[in-house]
C-alpha cells in the first residue's frame, strides 16, 4: 500500500492551499482517511480525518479554516485548507487504517511521507 501525497507549497497567511492523497495498491479502505501534520520540533498532531460512510472531524485549531473530503472509489482524501496561518506550517501526513489488502485486513494503518507546508506571515 503506498500513500502519496501533493499539493503542499508555500503560501501568505490568509491564502489558501489544497492537499491530496491517494492511495494505490489492490485495496480497500474500510476506516478512516485523515491528515496529521508535524511542525519543527513538535509531535505530529491530528487535523482531520473522514471514516468511512460518517462525519468528518476536525482539530480545534483548523476548524472553520480546513475542509476534509474524501473519494471512497478513488482511495483518494482531499484537504482544503483555506485562512491559512502560519502555525500552520508543518509537514502533512496522509493516514489510512483498516486497509484490506489483497482481500486480507491490515492490522497497520499505513502513511504516506508526507508533503510540506509553508505559511509565511
Known amino acids: 500500500v503506498q500513500l502519496v501525497e501533493s499539493g503542499g507549497g508555500l503560501a501568505q497567511a490568509g491564502g489558501s492551499l489544497r492537499l491530496s492523497c491517494e492511495a494505490s495498491?489492490?485495496?480497500?479502505?474500510?476506516?478512516?482517511m485523515g491528515w496529521y501534520r508535524q511542525a519543527p520540533g513538535k509531535p505530529r498532531e491530528f487535523v482531520a480525518a473522514?471514516?468511512?460512510?460518517?462525519?468528518?472531524n476536525y482539530a480545534d485549531s483548523v476548524k472553520g479554516r480546513f475542509t476534509i473530503s474524501r473519494d471512497t472509489a478513488e482511495n483518494t482524501v482531499y484537504l482544503q485548507m483555506n485562512s491559512l496561518k502560519p502555525e500552520d506550517t508543518g509537514v502533512y501526513y496522509c493516514?489510512?487504517?483498516?486497509?484490506?489488502?489483497?482481500?486480507?485486513?491490515?492490522?497497520?494503518?499505513?502513511w504516506g511521507k508526507g508533503t510540506q507546508v509553508t505559511v509565511s506571515s
Open positions: 493516514n489510512a487504517d483498516r486497509v484490506v489488502l489483497n482481500g486480507i485486513l491490515s492490522p497497520d494503518a499505513y
Open positions: 495498491g489492490n485495496i480497500v479502505i474500510l476506516g478512516a
Open positions: 473522514v471514516p468511512r460512510g460518517a462525519i468528518a
